[in-house]
Nanobody, 126 residues
Framework: QLQLVESGGGLVQAGDSLRLSCTASGRAFTRAVMGWFRQAPGKERQFVAAISAGQLTAYSQDFVKDRFAISRDRTKNTIYLQMNSLKPEDTAVYYC???????????????????WGQGTQVTVSL
């Protein structure tokens, strides 16, 4: 398993941008599928985006709509989620996840990922 630490959350206004970071410790990062999930109060944790070791990317079709971009820096063992044109409905705790078991295309369920970060709060106000 990997240890994952997220950062970059905060309080922003609608229309603003944020970049989340997730740094992984462990050699498995080089081959892991990395993902971002989010969970709003009272709702299920939902898939946001994923990136493969080879930089393939996938996004939720429900709400991303070209506003978010996931990227990966192998030299820093870090992935990023660039979020633009944020909306109040994007308010949630954002979690970084790693899957060392499954390949590509990525899983979009919590059970597909075997390592999780502690989460970082993103709050978007009107």
């Amino acid at each position: 398993q990997l240890q994952l630490v997220e950062s970059g959350g905060g309080l922003v206004q609608a229309g603003d941008s944020l970049r989340l970071s997730c740094t992984a410790s462990g050699r498995a990062f080089t081959r892991a599928v990395m993902g971002w999930f989010r969970q709003a109060p009272g709702k299920e944790r939902q898939f946001v985006a994923a990136i493969s070791a080879g930089q393939l990317t996938a996004y939720s079709q429900d709400f991303v709509k070209d506003r978010f971009a996931i990227s990966r820096d192998r030299t820093k063992n870090t992935i990023y989620l660039q979020m633009n044109s944020l909306k109040p409905e994007d308010t949630a705790v954002y979690y970084c996840a790693a899957s060392t078991k499954l390949g590509w295309p990525p899983g979009t369920s919590r059970r597909d990922y075997d390592s999780w970060g502690q989460g970082t709060q993103v709050t978007v106000s009107l």
